[in-house]
C-alpha cells in the first residue's frame, strides 16, 4: 500500500493544480522555517594557535614561534564551530589537540572558515591564506549545507569544491572534506519540505564525494556517520536552536574526520594511523522526492542561517586541557 500511495502521489503531482499547491505549501514551509531557527549573530570561539602533545593552554602564534605541522579549516559555520561556547569545543581544537598527542608534535591551527559561506566561498578562503602567508600542511574543509538552503546547484557547487581540493593539493595540502550533512534530522524544519532538503543535501553530499576524491582529497560521509546519532539524542547532539551542533555534536563530528585526517598524513605520522571506519551508503533514489525531482526547486530562498553539522558518537575526541 505504501508503494502504491507513494507512486499515485508522483503522478499527482505532475499535474498543475498540485503542483501549484506543492508550490505553495513549501514556500510557507520556508518562511515557517526562517521564524523558527535564529539567525546566527554570534561570533564562534577561536583558538588558533599552537598545540603541544602535552597539552595545556594554547600557545598563540606569531613568527618565530616552532611547529611541526600547520593545520587550517576552512568552510562555513560547521568548520568554525558556531554553537559552541568554548574554544577548546570547536573542531579544528579537537582535531589539532588530538593531533598533537598522537604525533608527539607540535600543530599549529589557523581558521579560515567563516559562517554562512557557501562553496562560492572557498576560493576567497583559500585566497586569504596564500595573502597571509605559506599554505598548510594540512586542510579540512566542511561545506555543502548552505549550498543546498542558496539553491546553488548540485553539479557547480561540487566543481567549486573539487577546485579548492586541487588548489590546496597543489600547494602541497592534503585535504579532508566533510560532506553535506543530513537535513533530515533537524525537526525544525517542517515535513514535507525537510524531505526536499534532505534529498538534495544527500545528492549534493554524493557529488562531493566523487569531486573532492577527483581532486586527491578524502571525503568524509558526515550524513551517514552521523546523523542516527542526531536522530537518537537530539537533545544532546544539537545546540539550544535545535539547528547547530553541541559542543558533543561538534565531538562527534571530529571524531569521524580525524581518522582520515591520519590517513591522509600517513607518511608523516608512520605507525600511528587508524583505520577508516566508515563505508558510505548509496544514497536512496527510490524517495518521492527523487522522482518528483522539481519540487526541490521550490526552496528558492535561503533560511537566512549558517549550516548545521549532523551526528555520531557523543564521544569527545581529546579531552579539554588546561
Not at 505504501?2 to 499527482?12: D, G, Q, Y
Not at 549550498?147 to 577546485?163: E, K, M, Q, Y
Not at 571525503?219 to 551517514?224: E, G, I, K, N, S
Request: some cysteine; aromatic content about 6%.
Amino acid at each position: 500500500m505504501k508503494t502504491v500511495a507513494l507512486a499515485a502521489a508522483a503522478a499527482l503531482a505532475s499535474t498543475g493544480s498540485v503542483y501549484l499547491g506543492a508550490r505553495n505549501l513549501l514556500s510557507e514551509q520556508a518562511a515557517q522555517t526562517r521564524e523558527v531557527i535564529p539567525k546566527a549573530w554570534d561570533i564562534p570561539p577561536r583558538a588558533d594557535g599552537v598545540y603541544d602533545p602535552g597539552g595545556g593552554p594554547v600557545e598563540r602564534w606569531r613568527r618565530g614561534v616552532p611547529f611541526d605541522l600547520h593545520l587550517m579549516v576552512f568552510g562555513d559555520s560547521t568548520a568554525t564551530g558556531y554553537g559552541c561556547t568554548d574554544a577548546d569545543q570547536v573542531p579544528g581544537v579537537l582535531l589539532a589537540r588530538e593531533l598533537a598527542g598522537v604525533s608527539g608534535k607540535r600543530i599549529r591551527l589557523s581558521t579560515k572558515a567563516i559562517v554562512g559561506a557557501t562553496s562560492k566561498g572557498l576560493a576567497g578562503q583559500i585566497d586569504a591564506m596564500f595573502v597571509a602567508g605559506p599554505p598548510p600542511d594540512a586542510a579540512v574543509i566542511m561545506i555543502g549545507a548552505n549550498d543546498v538552503t542558496a539553491l546553488n546547484g548540485i553539479g557547480p557547487s561540487a566543481r567549486r569544491l573539487a577546485r579548492a581540493v586541487k588548489r590546496l593539493r597543489d600547494s602541497g595540502a592534503v585535504v579532508v572534506v566533510g560532506t553535506c550533512p543530513d537535513f533530515g534530522v533537524i525537526t525544525a524544519i517542517p515535513q514535507p519540505l525537510r524531505m526536499v532538503v534532505r534529498s538534495c543535501g544527500l545528492r549534493l553530499a554524493r557529488a562531493q564525494t566523487a569531486a573532492v576524491r577527483s581532486a586527491g582529497g578524502v571525503p568524509v560521509p558526515l550524513a551517514d556517520l552521523l546523523a542516527p546519532d542526531f536522530r537518537k539524542m537530539p537533545e544532546l547532539l544539537f545546540s539550544s536552536d535545535m539547528f547547530h551542533p553541541s559542543a558533543a555534536g561538534y565531538a562527534l563530528a571530529a571524531k569521524q574526520l580525524f581518522p582520515a585526517l591520519c590517513n591522509a598524513l600517513s607518511e608523516w605520522l608512520g605507525d600511528a594511523v587508524p583505520e577508516l571506519p566508515w563505508q558510505s551508503r548509496t544514497v536512496d533514489n527510490s524517495t518521492l522526492v527523487a522522482r518528483v525531482g522539481n519540487l526541490s526547486r521550490l526552496w528558492r530562498r535561503s533560511t537566512g542561517v549558517p549550516a548545521p553539522v549532523l551526528g555520531g558518537v557523543p564521544t569527545p575526541v581529546a579531552a579539554s586541557a588546561g
